[in-house]
C-alpha cells in the first residue's frame, strides 16, 4: 500500500471524513458542515481516491464504513478534538456574531422542557447559531457523547464516567395527570385510591425512579392499561378518558398549562429525580461549549 503524503489529505477534507462517518449520509453530513450535497460527494470521492478503497457504501438509506473506514476513525476524530480543544479553544466565542450548530442528545421530555426557551434564548442572544437535537434514552446518551455523535446531553445518565463532566440543572418531584372531571379522584389523592385506578406509564428513567423509590416500598402495583414509549402522547391518551399518569413535576406544568388536565399531587414526598447536563471532556475548553452550556444552566437550574 503507498503511503499518503500529508500535503495531499487537508483539514477540510477530514471534516468530510468525519461527517460522513458520524451522520452516515452524503445529505446529512452536508447539513452538519452546511454545505451542498454535492461538496461533501467530491470531497467523499478525493478521500476514496487518497486511500484506495470505497470508505463508505450504501446499505438502504444510510451509508455503512468499510472496514478502512473504522479503523481511520479514531485517529481522525483524535484530531478533529486536537484542533477543537488545542487550536481553537483559546479564541473567543462572540454568540452575537457567531455561527455554528450546536448538537444535543435528549429525551423526548427534556425537549419538551428544555428546547422552546433554549432555541429563544439563542434567537435573542445567538442568532447565527442552530441546534440539532438527537432523541435518544438516557442509556444510550454516553455512547453517542463517546462517538462524538452530540456535543452535549440532557437528562438522567448515571453512567457517566471520568471522560465526562456533568451538572444538575434541577431536581423535579412528581405529580397524577388525570382528566379535570375525573370521576373518582378527590381533591386528596390517597395511595389505594391511586392504586385503584388504571394508569399509562412511560417507560422511562423517571419512571423506573418512581418504581423504585415510592411504589415498590408501599407494595403497590399499578393497574397498568398502557405503557408507551414517550411523554409526548400522554396529555392525548388521557384526555376525556378517567385513566391517570404520574409525570415528573416540571413536564406536567408544561402539559397542564396547554391542556384541560389537572394535577394532584401523590400522597407522600417522593426522593426528587435530577435532570443533567453531561458532555465530554473533550469539548469541556470549547468556549462555544462554555457559553452553551451556562446558558441551559442558567435557564433551567432550580436547585444549584
Known amino acids: 500500500m503507498n503511503a499518503i503524503h500529508p500535503d495531499a489529505l487537508d483539514l477540510n477534507?477530514?471534516?468530510?471524513?468525519?461527517?460522513v462517518y458520524v451522520e452516515r449520509g452524503v445529505g446529512r453530513a452536508a447539513e452538519r458542515l452546511q454545505v451542498t450535497p454535492s461538496a461533501?460527494?467530491?470531497?467523499?470521492r478525493r478521500l476514496r481516491a487518497l486511500f484506495n478503497d470505497e470508505?463508505?457504501?450504501?446499505?438502504?438509506?444510510?451509508?455503512?464504513?468499510?472496514?478502512?473506514?473504522q479503523a481511520l476513525f479514531e485517529p481522525v476524530r483524535g484530531i478533529m478534538d486536537s484542533i477543537a480543544n488545542d487550536v481553537l479553544a483559546a479564541a473567543h466565542f462572540d454568540a452575537a456574531r457567531a455561527s455554528r450548530e450546536f448538537s444535543l442528545a435528549m429525551t423526548d421530555m427534556a425537549?419538551?422542557?428544555?428546547?422552546?426557551?433554549?432555541?429563544?434564548?439563542?434567537?435573542?442572544?445567538?442568532p447565527g447559531c442552530t441546534l440539532r437535537s438527537r432523541r435518544l434514552a438516557n442509556e444510550d446518551m454516553i455512547q453517542a457523547l463517546d462517538?462524538?455523535?452530540?456535543?452535549?446531553?440532557v437528562g438522567n445518565v448515571p453512567e457517566a464516567r471520568e471522560a465526562h463532566f456533568v451538572q444538575t440543572l434541577f431536581e423535579h418531584d412528581f405529580v397524577v395527570l388525570a382528566a379535570a372531571g375525573h370521576p373518582r379522584l378527590a381533591r386528596t389523592l390517597t395511595w389505594p385510591a391511586y392504586a385503584g385506578e388504571q394508569h399509562v406509564v412511560v417507560s422511562s428513567g423517571s419512571d423506573a425512579h418512581l418504581q423504585r423509590h415510592a411504589l415498590e416500598p408501599r407494595g403497590i402495583r399499578r393497574r397498568v392499561a398502557l405503557t408507551v414509549g414517550g411523554f409526548l402522547s400522554v396529555p392525548w391518551l388521557i384526555e376525556g378518558t378517567d385513566?391517570?399518569?404520574?409525570?415528573?413535576?416540571?413536564?406536567?406544568?408544561e402539559i397542564a398549562g396547554v391542556t384541560g388536565l389537572r394535577q394532584w399531587e401523590l400522597p407522600d414526598p417522593v426522593p426528587p429525580y435530577a435532570l443533567q447536563s453531561v458532555w465530554h471532556a473533550r469539548s469541556h475548553?470549547?468556549?462555544?461549549?462554555?457559553?452553551?452550556?451556562q446558558a441551559i444552566f442558567a435557564l433551567m437550574n432550580e436547585r444549584p
Not at 13 to 19: E, G, I, N, T
Not at 147 to 153: T, Y
Not at 243 to 251: D, F, G, Q, Y
Open 111 to 126: 425537549e419538551i422542557v428544555f428546547l422552546p426557551p433554549l432555541l429563544r434564548h439563542l434567537r435573542a442572544n445567538a
Open 285 to 293: 475548553g470549547d468556549p462555544a461549549h462554555r457559553w452553551l452550556r
Open 13 to 19: 477534507l477530514l471534516r468530510v471524513f468525519h461527517a
Open 147 to 153: 462517538r462524538g455523535l452530540v456535543e452535549m446531553a
Open 55 to 69: 470508505l463508505f457504501l450504501r446499505d438502504g438509506a444510510s451509508m455503512a464504513p468499510t472496514a478502512r473506514a
Open 243 to 253: 385513566m391517570i399518569a404520574t409525570v415528573p413535576t416540571r413536564l406536567s406544568d
Open 40 to 44: 461533501v460527494s467530491h470531497g467523499l
